[in-house]
C-alpha cells in the first residue's frame, strides 16, 4: 500500500518566515504533486514533478518554490510566508512515465499551515 | 485549459434515497475522469475512474462525451457516504499525468 507521509500535521508560522514543507512517499512513484485546499475552491495544483529534480508550475505557483533532490521526496518552500497562504497542503504521488493510462493520485495527511 | 465544475457546493440527502452528485468538464483533448472522496479526519482517496467502469462502495458515474458531464450516482444513500467528493480530470503531459480538480460537492446523509 502506497504510503505519502507529509511531516507536519499542523505548522504555527509568521509572516515573512521562511517555511519548508516536507512529503516522503515510499513507493517509487516518479510524479509528485502540492496542493493547496480551501473551502468553496477544491484543489489547486502549486507545483509537480515528474522526475528527480525537475519541477514545474501548476496553477498557483507564486509565492512559492519546490525541491526534488530526491526519487521519495518533495519539499515545498514558501519563500516570505504571507497570511492568504493560511491553508491545508496536500501532498500526492503518482506513477509517472511508461503508463499507458492515467495513474491515481495516492495522497498524504496533509499540512495545516497557519501564517500570522 | 481544462477546467471542471461541481455545481453543489453541499448535497443533502435522507438515508435510502438515490444521490447524484454533479460533475461537467471542460477539456478538447480525450478525458479521463476520477471521483476522489474524503471522509471525516481521513486523507483523499480515490473513489472510482471511468476507465475502470466499475462500481465502489455502490456509486458508478458514467462518461457522458456529448454532455461533458461525468455524475456521480447511488441508487441508496447510506450514512457513511457522508463526505466530501471531489470530480477530477486528468491529462496526460509530456512526463506524466497532471489533474485538475474541482471545487467539491459535501454529501451529508441524514438519518
Known amino acids: 500500500d502506497v504510503k505519502v507521509t507529509q511531516s507536519s500535521r499542523y505548522l504555527v508560522k509568521r509572516t515573512g518566515e521562511k517555511v519548508f514543507l516536507e512529503c516522503v512517499q515510499d513507493?517509487?512513484?516518479?510524479?509528485m504533486f502540492w496542493y493547496r485546499q480551501d473551502p468553496g475552491l477544491g484543489l489547486r495544483l502549486i507545483y509537480f514533478?515528474?522526475?528527480?529534480?525537475?519541477?514545474e508550475k501548476g496553477d498557483i505557483p507564486e509565492g512559492y518554490s519546490v525541491s526534488r533532490e530526491k526519487k521519495e521526496r518533495f519539499s515545498l518552500i514558501l519563500e516570505s510566508a504571507s497570511t492568504n497562504q493560511t491553508s491545508m497542503y496536500l501532498c500526492?504521488?503518482?506513477?509517472?512515465?511508461?503508463?499507458?493510462?492515467?495513474?491515481?493520485?495516492?495522497f498524504g495527511n496533509g499540512t495545516r499551515l497557519t501564517v500570522t | 485549459a481544462q477546467r471542471v465544475t461541481q455545481p453543489e457546493k453541499l448535497l443533502s440527502v435522507f438515508k435510502g434515497a438515490p444521490v447524484e452528485l454533479k460533475c461537467n468538464y471542460s477539456?478538447?483533448?480525450?478525458?479521463?475522469l476520477f471521483w476522489y472522496v474524503q471522509y471525516s479526519r481521513q486523507r483523499l482517496q480515490l473513489l472510482l475512474r471511468?476507465?475502470s467502469r466499475e462500481s465502489i462502495k455502490g456509486f458508478t458515474a458514467d462518461l457522458n462525451k456529448g454532455e461533458t458531464s461525468f455524475h456521480l450516482k447511488k441508487p441508496f444513500a447510506q450514512e457513511e457516504d457522508s463526505a466530501m467528493y471531489y470530480c477530477?480530470?486528468?491529462?496526460?503531459?509530456?512526463?506524466?499525468?497532471?489533474?485538475?480538480f474541482g471545487t467539491g460537492t459535501q454529501l451529508k446523509v441524514e438519518l
Open positions: 477530477a480530470l486528468s491529462i496526460l503531459t509530456g512526463g506524466g499525468n497532471k489533474l485538475t
Open positions: 477539456y478538447s483533448g480525450s478525458p479521463e
Open positions: 514533478s515528474y522526475d528527480v529534480k525537475m519541477k
Open positions: 500526492a504521488s503518482s506513477l509517472g512515465r511508461g503508463q499507458t493510462y492515467n495513474s491515481p493520485l495516492h
Open positions: 513507493m517509487d512513484h516518479e510524479n
Open positions: 471511468h476507465i
